[in-house]
């Protein structure tokens, strides 16, 4: 119940394309849901979070959509560009229970020029 | 805001020796840090909870006596790898947060342990 699953493992997409990475859960005790963007050799870093109040958030070029009810969430990358080319994780929280972060398996994503 | 420092970013190790790996928050108070170990091409696993002043908590499967974890203050977190053999060789990530009106968490930028 605890478990986060997120798809593709790996994605290719064409410089200006849509990239688009699905994650779902189980726990409906789940009330935060973070994507983190990693490059190789780094750590995590925040990318966009949404919380189930609303159905979508759009920072920029990244939207999260959220389907509280099929419980699942997804990240779209419009006009990606090699740069966003990266693994990227989806997360999930239940806020109170002292920020536990649950992670999905990752998608690592390329952006070809 | 919100950064999260690690030190050292890379170490390689013999067998056998132990080896400590730093975490601070720079700019603000952590009241909790946490560790994470990641293999290659893997998800980040979370190795053990910690709160300043307190023990660690840590998940099943994670040797407390090998992996130890101490929160001194709010500020810094260290994991300190006992006994260290070539299959702890990984990347260790922290994070640490406010728990403020958030509890976004902030990652560091990791640490490669190499045993050799």
């Known amino acids: 119940q605890q478990q986060v699953k997120q798809s593709p493992q790996s994605l290719i997409v064409q410089k200006g394309g849509i990239s688009i990475i699905n994650c779902a859960y189980e726990?409906?005790?789940?009330?935060?849901f973070p994507w983190y963007q990693q490059f190789p050799g780094k750590g995590p870093a925040l990318l966009i979070a949404i919380r189930p109040d609303v159905s979508e958030k759009k920072e920029g070029r990244f939207t999260i959509s959220f389907n509280k009810s099929a419980k699942q969430f997804s990240l779209h990358i419009m006009d990606s560009q090699p740069g966003d080319s990266a693994t990227y994780f989806c997360a999930a929280m239940v806020e109170t229970s002292g920020s536990r972060l649950t992670f999905g398996e990752g998608t690592q994503l390329t952006v070809n020029p | 805001g919100a950064v999260v420092s690690q030190h050292p970013s890379r170490v390689i190790c013999k067998s056998g020796t132990s080896v400590k790996i730093e975490c601070r928050s720079l700019d603000f108070q952590a009241t909790t840090m946490f560790w994470y170990r990641q293999f290659p091409k893997q998800s980040l696993m979370l190795m053990a909870t910690?709160?300043?002043?307190?023990?660690?908590?840590?998940e099943q499967g994670v040797e407390k006596d090998k992996f130890l974890i101490n929160h001194a203050s709010l500020t810094l977190s260290t994991l300190t790898v006992t006994s260290a053999h070539p299959e702890d060789s990984s990347f260790y990530i922290c994070s640490a947060s406010w728990g403020g009106t958030t509890y976004e968490q902030y990652f560091g930028p990791g640490t490669r342990l190499t045993v050799t």
């Open positions: 726990n409906t005790a789940f009330d935060y």
């Open positions: 910690s709160n300043e002043g307190s023990k660690a908590t840590y």
